[in-house]
């Protein structure tokens, strides 16, 4: 009897000892593969952080070069609105300069007579302040022409063909025209340069 016993408890325990060691492989494999989840899940979350904050990145940078190109416009542009407040400034002035200003009007219409061609000027136009020495500058041409008064003008003429077409030549709007070329000139440049460098900041 107590053989038998002894017989039973032995197969007992190898049975519990075989349960025991495939539970304990079981488990094994049940947290091998949790790490596994855990590892892949944790890889993931890593390349989605770093993908956000290369991305932050990305748009940190876009807003700075952004921003630095506005500034970059801003500081064109007063600098240009500087320098023309300046040049109407000294062109409001010139009138009070007798001398100077009768040689700059002349200047002008002998452009817009040239433009014109002067066997083809039928009559000139001037502001009324500017008619007595325009019709001077007519008469020293040999010029045998009407000079018109025009409250339209200022600080220049206008000369008008046989044909009706005109010049028109005056000191305001060849500084517009001026004004609009540098400043399309100005943004061509800093297009053309592209966005500030600088070194890149650290990851």
Do not use: C
């Not at 075989?18 to 390349?47: D, G, H, M, P, S």
């Not at 200022?154 to 009706?164: E, F, I, Q, T, Y």
Request: aromatic share 2%; no cysteine.
């Amino acid at each position: 009897m107590s053989d038998l016993s002894a017989l039973l408890e032995r197969e007992a325990s190898a049975e519990i000892e075989a349960i025991l060691t495939e539970a304990r492989e079981r488990a094994a494999a049940v947290v091998a593969e949790a790490q596994a989840e855990a590892e892949q899940l944790l890889a993931q979350r890593r390349r989605t952080a770093e993908a956000q904050r290369d991305a932050a990145l990305v748009r940190a940078r876009s807003a700075a070069q952004l921003e630095a190109s506005a500034l970059r416009l801003q500081a064109q542009h007063a600098a240009l609105e500087g320098v023309f407040a300046t040049a109407r400034e000294r062109m409001g002035a010139l009138a009070g300069d007798a001398k100077a200003y009768r040689s700059v009007l002349g200047s002008l219409l002998q452009e817009a007579v040239d433009d014109v061609g002067a066997d083809e000027v039928a009559h000139v136009a001037a502001a009324p302040a500017d008619v007595a020495i325009v019709r001077a500058w007519v008469k020293a041409a040999g010029l045998e022409v009407a000079v018109e008064p025009d409250d339209t003008l200022a600080l220049g003429v206008r000369v008008v063909s046989r044909r009706r077409s005109a010049v028109e030549n005056t000191l305001g709007a060849r500084l517009a025209n001026l004004e609009g070329e540098l400043a399309a000139e100005v943004s061509r440049a800093l297009f053309a340069a592209g966005p500030a460098t600088g070194s890149a900041p650290e990851d």
